[in-house]
């Protein structure tokens, strides 16, 4: 089998694809930055080593005497800075496939992102027009496009996946942050809440799932060149995901009255809202350290509220999984609902959140 590094390897994506390779036969080489924590890599059996993409020198050592690359490091986070973005998920990604090109590599995948399609996508395929909004999505376009041109000219043979949403046991970010605010709303007896009905679809996809495409990509000959979606087979609306989200916290959702597109309210008051959440989000994390205690739990989860999150619920965000499934592949968690309930039995067991 063929030794595989696998960038980004302690986060949430990476550590399930160290697992997926390592389980798959190959060796697997865990890379990440000198802070990361990689002790449990090295008990799945992969070999942790440093990759950071702002020093050409360790990505040349991790990379050197691979057979294949998965570029799964980037920085997700949309409070970042423009600039910090594209340091990483732009000029990260092309550094990281120069010298995959320079060391000789055989195969080398990027993680892109459904984010660059924009707001509104019914659908979407993979060669529909796009237009990313959040600087976090334009620096992954960037990235995705600059490489792309990189592959062109270069002799390592490219392909490029576009998850949705991720989920899953181990996320800290996403949907978890949303679970973990409404868990501290029922902490505090707060066990309503009020949104408007239905509102638009959106996909996921679960981890498991994104590392076992990942896998099934690289292990094909006829996938080189390609680009493919990652999203399950069930889009639900954002009303009903919120409500999912909510219950799993023992907080009721009220439909009220009012359709979903009055929260795009928050656009036209972007600069007070962004004012109210930078003192708000301190607040939260503060009465998440006390919830903790008060439950003895671990620190995994934390609530937040991204503006930008709130944006991403506001529209249609559904893609065409068509192009991957008709190689063949199958998803394990084709619906986010049941695979929301498994993620949460997880939380609950790693002590992230209170038993029912």
């Not at 389980?23 to 990440?32: E, L, N, P, Q, S």
């Not at 009012?258 to 929260?263: D, E, F, H, N």
Request: with cysteine; glycine share 10%; net charge negative.
């Amino acid at each position: 089998m063929s030794t595989v590094l696998i960038t980004g390897a302690g986060g949430f994506l990476g550590t399930q694809l160290v697992r997926e390779f390592v389980d798959g036969g190959h060796t697997v080489r865990a890379g990440d930055l000198e802070a990361a924590s990689l002790a449990r890599h090295a008990e799945m059996g992969a070999q942790p080593v440093l990759f950071d993409v702002a020093r050409r020198d360790t990505m040349e050592l991790a990379t050197e005497g691979c057979d294949m690359v998965v570029h799964a490091a980037g920085l997700f986070d949309l409070t970042a800075s423009s600039d910090a973005l594209f340091a990483v998920n732009d000029q990260g990604a092309r550094a990281a496939y120069e010298v995959a090109a320079e060391k000789g590599v055989g195969r080398f995948l990027l993680v892109s992102s459904t984010g660059i399609y924009g707001k509104g996508g019914l659908d979407a395929g993979e060669d529909q027009p796009k237009g990313p909004i959040s600087e976090y999505d334009k620096s992954k376009w960037a990235g995705e496009q600059n490489v792309v041109r990189l592959a062109e000219q270069r002799s390592v043979p490219l392909t490029v996946i576009r998850p949705t949403l991720i989920y899953g046991p181990g996320s800290r970010y996403g949907l978890a942050c949303w679970l973990a605010l409404f868990a501290l709303r029922a902490h505090h007896n707060l066990k309503v809440a009020p949104i408007a009905k239905g509102g638009p679809m959106g996909h996921h996809v679960h981890v498991n799932d994104v590392a076992r495409a990942t896998r099934f990509l690289l292990e094909r000959e006829d996938t080189v060149g390609g680009t493919y979606n990652i999203a399950d087979d069930t889009p639900i609306t954002a009303g009903e995901l919120v409500r999912i989200i909510a219950g799993s916290a023992g907080v009721r959702v009220l439909n009220q009255g009012l359709p979903w597109w009055c929260g795009r309210i928050i656009h036209l008051i972007r600069p007070l809202a962004a004012w109210y959440l930078r003192r708000e989000n301190p607040r939260l994390a503060h009465l998440w350290s006390r919830y903790l205690e008060d439950n003895n739990l671990v620190q995994g989860l934390s609530p937040r509220i991204d503006l930008d999150w709130v944006g991403y619920l506001l529209d249609d965000h559904t893609y065409d999984n068509g192009r991957l499934k008709s190689l063949g592949f199958h998803f394990e968690h084709p619906d986010v609902r049941a695979g929301l309930a498994e993620t949460l039995a997880w939380y609950r067991r790693e002590r992230w959140l209170p038993e029912a």
